[in-house]
């Protein structure tokens, strides 16, 4: 029997930059009262305290922790308290690199987005969103819905620019960039090391599972559940009780 359920946020819990549900919260406090229940989505904090945090402690309120940025920080949450209990950070050479690439790379491939806000600063992770993050969701979910112009982009440019990074699709329309083996898979290790446990205790549900998805390299380690939309990680996280 598994012990841990880990969930991906955007595309799984909820739509991306969408507040998740009340009748994902409801089950999420049904799914506690059997497994320990964690998040290990790839916005930063505030973007993940905005579309379930929040809501969360004002709705549930236990103790939960959530692991942000693809695992690469950790905060223990609850009505109490907000506690960081690590990160992992860029250093502002390493941060200034990748913001370099990728202004070059916009600018070589004449890249015109459609909202000014195309490379943001995590701290652990720089995230490059083509057409702008806060670009229309209609456009964003057409523009490369099976990844396939992302990955061209990745192992025909960034990969030979900045070989020493990690560089996975995240998202829509993103690219996340990290320190080479910064990924899910890193976020699930610390996860196994925090509540002592083995990988074959935890279940991973996410919406990115294909090569160079972001969610990609959980699957090495424990069993992973595809799924496309929040609907259907309600389906299947409801078979869990």
């Known amino acids: 029997m598994k012990k841990i359920i880990a969930c991906d946020i955007d595309g799984t819990l909820a739509y991306s930059d969408t507040e998740i549900s009340d009748e994902m919260l409801e089950l999420i406090s049904k ?17 993940l305290y905005n579309q379930f945090i929040k809501k969360y402690i004002e ?5 939960i922790y959530v692991y942000v940025l693809g695992g690469l920080e950790c905060y223990k949450t609850s009505k109490k308290e907000i506690i960081k209990i690590y990160s992992n950070d860029l250093s502002n050479d390493e941060k200034n690199k990748i913001v370099r690439t990728i202004s070059n790379f916009i600018k070589d491939k004449k890249i015109i987005p459609d909202t000014y806000d195309q490379i943001e600063d995590r ?11 806060k670009a229309n969701k209609e456009l964003k979910k057409s523009y490369d819905p099976n ?13 030979e620019e900045l070989p020493e ?15 080479k083996g910064h990924t899910k898979a890193f976020g699930i290790k610390k996860i ?19 090569e160079h998805g972001n969610d990609f390299p959980v699957k090495e380690l424990v069993e992973s559940i595809e799924v496309e939309s929040p609907e259907e990680t309600l389906i299947k996280l409801n078979e869990l009780l």
């Open 165 to 179: 990074f990690e560089i996975k699709i995240g998202g829509t329309t993103t690219m996340d960039f990290t320190k």
């Open 31 to 47: 799914l506690q009262k059997k497994y320990i229940f964690v998040t290990i989505g790839n916005g930063n904090y505030m973007h």
């Open 123 to 133: 701290g652990s992770m720089v995230v490059f969103s083509v057409l702008g993050r």
């Open 192 to 210: 196994k090391k925090m509540f002592n446990c083995k990988f074959k205790d935890i279940i991973f549900f996410g919406d990115d599972l294909q």
């Open 147 to 159: 990844g396939e112009k992302r990955k061209k982009f990745i192992n025909e440019y960034f990969k």
């Open 59 to 63: 709705k549930i309120g236990k103790e």
